[in-house]
């Protein structure tokens, strides 16, 4: 089974703040993806990644940025923490032809 | 109209029942289809892809009807563990990225 692995379940960041959400997979996929998902909102993809070094905006990539050096590895920055990036954020990886795996979330808190 | 469309619900069913989800999608140029399941306070995880002849996994039974752009999920014999929300999902051609829809949200009850 493909692994997603998020690294942190839960945190607890202060406005203003950098923060870094690290996210790995261990199946040589070439696509990853971040999203964030909020009641109501559903899944919104903030960016994603189709191979090394590449990287495309989503739907709502404003106060966030992202970093691909190696394959398995997709992170996602937010330049400056606020309180409105409170949210639940997945990250997923996907194979060509096939839907995603997602790692378990990382639940952010911004105070 | 939004790309991928669902009844939002909730639905709540007593054990034992028969329940079914529809969807639309606005792109009729999608390709595949699926439908992730989402448990509170957890990541989706992949129920069942959906064929064009439809397919069947036990309880679960979905369909395609691509004229109509619309994908239906049937639960039969509802248990407890099936609550849930389920997400349809879309893949469009010349695209990296599935389409989600917001959900349904199941309560089967006792």
């Known amino acids: 089974d493909v692994k997603v692995t998020q690294s942190s379940r839960y945190l607890v960041k202060r406005t203003g703040e950098k923060v870094f959400l690290e996210c790995v997979q261990d199946?040589?996929?070439?696509?990853m993806f971040w999203y964030r998902q909020d009641p109501g909102l559903g899944l919104r993809l903030i960016y994603f990644s189709y191979d090394v070094k590449m990287k495309e905006k989503g739907d709502i990539p404003e106060g966030y940025s992202v970093s691909r050096e190696k394959k398995e590895r997709f992170s996602l920055i937010l330049e400056s923490a606020s309180t409105n990036q409170t949210s639940m954020y997945l990250c997923?990886?996907?194979?060509?032809?096939?839907?995603?795996?997602f790692g378990s979330g990382t639940r952010l808190t911004v105070v | 109209r939004k790309e991928v469309e669902q009844d939002p619900g909730p639905f709540n069913v007593p054990e034992g029942a028969t329940v079914a989800f529809n969807c639309t999608y606005s792109n009729s140029a999608s390709q595949s289809f699926f439908w992730y399941r989402q448990d509170c306070r957890k990541e989706p995880k992949l129920l069942m892809s959906?064929?064009?002849s439809g397919n069947e996994d036990g309880r679960f039974t979905a369909q395609l009807n691509r004229a109509s752009q619309y994908i239906s999920l049937l639960i039969r014999d509802s248990k407890l563990s099936d609550s849930a929300t389920y997400l349809c999902v879309v893949f469009g051609a010349g695209s990296y990225q599935l389409t989600f829809g917001k959900g349904t949200k199941l309560s089967v009850i006792p």
């Open positions: 997923a990886s996907r194979d060509r032809g096939n839907g995603y795996t």
């Open positions: 959906v064929y064009s």
């Open positions: 199946m040589d996929h070439e696509n």
